[in-house]
């Protein structure tokens, strides 16, 4: 195949020198002295540590740069002057210098000598919403396909801001031959021989595909009320809010029900304690009337809140308490926040980076008793659990999925085509 004629993008070139030597942009560098690589930020836009204004300002500068700033944002930015840097032949990049597993990734590339250029061919093309194919003829024999060689590449690049994702196959010097070939013309099986196409067709692929993020799991509570360690009750809510409470027997009218509508919360009733608790039965029902209007807790944006109405005392623990020691919950004083979703998602996310112990999906209330972390919840009166079942849900996920890989489109795949030769005879 003949060199590709080398696009001029010299404006590229001298622009993107001059941005790294003036040393104004957050991570963006000359990897060696000699001033031939250098290092550009590489931090994916819908990470929750991503910096706009420093993790994409050199992104941003090209599009401004282009007259093109106000058509996109950080990830399409990005997405701009990578497609510049990979299809201009005066810029290569070096794989295996770039770091993107850490928690300020970068790429380098190198600047490729001008004596060079003539044999750079654009790594990929670039484009928008449709695919494209380029073929380039050296002849023109028959058109039966015989066997495809070498190896596909593609990338796909997620952006937390859009929902497509653009995949990118780029096939190199993909040759197709002819099984009828004349005689002048063999073709040496040996792969030790040189063998010679009559045909040379080059892909330049581009597929976007329409991806549905996922959605995510809707606010649940699963309750359950211990006993001095004995479970008495326990009960799934389907929703954002629960109430948990105890309320008198009436000789008069039956108990009420275990669950039940209220203004606005879902009622739980703390039951009576059972028969076989003859050790701690006379504490139970002396404690459990302190306990009427009980603790309403409800999940918002940021997390789980509870807000406690009864006289008797409620202390609480759980993996996003604020310190150790102690947490009390006052009464008809502003709710608590007992269970962060934003400190829930930086644990699962550095659990699928790193490993180690998952994060807790559960937080604990003590009624009538002082509770902390090194207590035994065994041992107390009455312990109320509380599982959030929709972050049990995503920390599943994260063991079966360590990599996110089925959570969202995949920043890399590489695709191998493999020639197949079969010994049947030519009809």
């Known amino acids: 195949m003949a060199p590709a004629t080398p696009r001029c993008t ?114 990929r093309k670039c484009g928008a919403k449709s695919a494209r194919k380029s073929k380039r003829s050296r002849s023109s024999s028959s058109s039966d396909v015989a066997a495809g060689e070498d190896v596909a590449h593609a990338k796909r690049d997620k952006t937390a801001d859009d929902d497509d994702v653009k995949v990118e196959l780029r096939t190199e010097d993909v040759r197709l031959q002819t099984e009828h070939l004349p005689e002048a013309h063999p073709v040496q099986m040996d792969g030790a021989a040189q063998e010679t196409p009559l045909r040379e067709i080059r892909l330049d692929v581009l597929i976007e595909e329409s991806l549905v993020p996922p959605q995510e799991d809707k606010d649940s509570l699963q309750v359950t009320v211990h006993y001095l360690g004995r479970p008495v009750l326990k009960r799934d809510i389907a929703g954002p809010d629960v109430r948990v409470l105890y309320a008198a027997p009436s000789s008069s009218s039956p108990a009420p029900p275990t669950l039940a509508p209220d203004v606005r919360f879902p009622r739980i009733h703390l039951p009576e304690p059972p028969a076989s608790l003859a050790a701690g039965r006379a504490a139970l029902q002396s404690l459990l009337p302190f306990m009427e209007k009980g603790v309403a807790l409800t999940s918002t944006r940021q997390g789980v809140y509870g807000r406690r109405f009864c006289l008797g005392r409620v202390f609480w623990t759980g993996p996003h308490a604020p310190s150790q020691g102690l947490h009390k919950m006052e009464r008809n004083s ?65 063991l079966l999925d360590p990599f996110g890989l089925l959570q969202s489109p995949l920043d890399e795949i590489t695709l191998n085509l493999v020639a197949v030769q079969t010994d049947e005879p030519a009809p």
């Open 10 to 123: 010299r404006k590229l070139r001298s622009w993107m020198v001059e941005q790294v030597s003036s040393g104004k942009y957050p991570g963006l560098k000359w990897e060696d002295e000699a001033k031939t690589m250098f290092r550009i930020p590489w931090k994916h836009a819908g990470k929750q540590d991503f910096r706009k204004d420093e993790d994409a300002a050199i992104f941003k500068a090209w599009a401004d740069f282009k007259g093109k700033l106000s058509d996109g944002n950080p990830a399409s930015w990005k997405t701009r002057l990578r497609c510049a840097l990979n299809k201009s032949p005066e810029f290569s990049e070096v794989v295996e210098r770039a770091q993107l597993d850490i928690s300020e990734p970068y790429k380098v590339y190198r600047l490729v000598p001008a004596t060079e250029e003539g044999s750079q061919t654009p790594e």
């Open 334 to 398: 502003e709710p608590v926040l007992l269970f962060s979703k934003d400190v829930f998602k930086q644990q699962l996310d550095h659990f699928r980076a790193n490993g180690g112990e998952p994060p807790q999906c559960s937080l604990t209330l003590c009624f009538g008793e002082e509770l902390s972390g090194g207590d035994d919840p065994d041992q107390k009166l009455i312990i109320v659990q509380v599982t959030l079942p929709w972050a049990e849900r995503q920390v599943r996920g994260a």
